[in-house]
T-cell receptor
Framework: DAGVIQSPRHEVTEMGQEVTLRCKPI?????LFWYRQTMMRGLELLIY????????DSGMPEDRFSAKMPNASFSTLKIQPSEPRDSAVYFC???????????FGPGTRLTVL | LAKTTQPISMDSYEGQEVNITCSHN???????ITWYQQFPSQGPRFIIQ???TKVTNEVASLFIPADRKSSTLSLPRVSLSDTAVYYC?????????????FGQGTTLQVKP
């Protein structure tokens, strides 16, 4: 298995632009998680899905952030409009069931100028 | 979710055994203890998980005393490639149910 796949690996954009991050979980996994990591705040859970349904989005910083999971093999995290403080590494992770070991992707390094 | 406290950083030398202790005074009855490892520019990776006493796998051992208010991750004979950040997490169920709360972690630096 290729593991969790994220794209793009790096994204540089200007303030105000829309950013879309993509994730393909491990096949057969039923839970998907989005995290954000910065030096100041560490690794934070933004939202997670179970069987394509959002379960907990309490970590989503504000309305500029949205996440979707239209099917079991694809999820997006969108930021619109983006701001410099959104600069971070965004990780996607998946697990077989919600309570199981999570497998993380390589991350997307986002820079908002 | 119980809060965890662990040292910010540790240094070691190749071939030594490294023990990283985590405090979780408010651990609940249903909580399990899980450790993740993160290398630079990579996502965290599961190392080991336990509920009580001792758990051992091919990578590490996890020691949990009877009161479960702390735990110790033991890495035998570390190498330079074990330099990473190690996170201790506590949560409900057979694993940290969905919501993983990562603290600052312990940055382990292994020197030659």
């Amino acid at each position: 298995d290729a593991g969790v796949i994220q794209s793009p690996r790096h994204e540089v954009t200007e303030m105000g632009q829309e950013v879309t991050l993509r994730c393909k979980p491990i096949s057969g996994h039923n839970s998907l998680f989005w995290y954000r990591q910065t030096m100041m705040r560490g690794l934070e859970l933004l939202i997670y899905f179970n069987n394509n349904v959002p379960i907990d989005d309490s970590g989503m910083p504000e309305d500029r952030f949205s996440a979707k999971m239209p099917n079991a093999s694809f999820s997006t995290l969108k930021i619109q409009p983006s701001e410099p403080r959104d600069s971070a590494v965004y990780f996607c992770a998946s697990s077989f069931q919600e309570q199981d070991e999570q497998f993380f992707g390589p991350g997307t390094r986002l820079t908002v100028l | 979710l119980a809060k965890t406290t662990q040292p910010i950083s540790m240094d070691s030398y190749e071939g030594q055994e490294v023990n990283i202790t985590c405090s979780h005074n408010n651990i609940a009855t249903n909580d399990y203890i899980t450790w993740y490892q993160q290398f630079p520019s990579q996502g965290p990776r599961f190392i080991i998980q336990g509920y009580k006493t001792k758990v051992t796998n091919e990578v590490a051992s996890l020691f949990i005393p009877a009161d479960r208010k702390s735990s110790t991750l033991s890495l035998p004979r570390v190498s330079l490639s074990d330099t990473a950040v190690y996170y201790c997490l506590v949560g409900e169920g057979s694993s940290n149910t969905g919501k993983l709360i990562f603290g600052q972690g312990t940055t382990l630096q292994v020197k030659p």
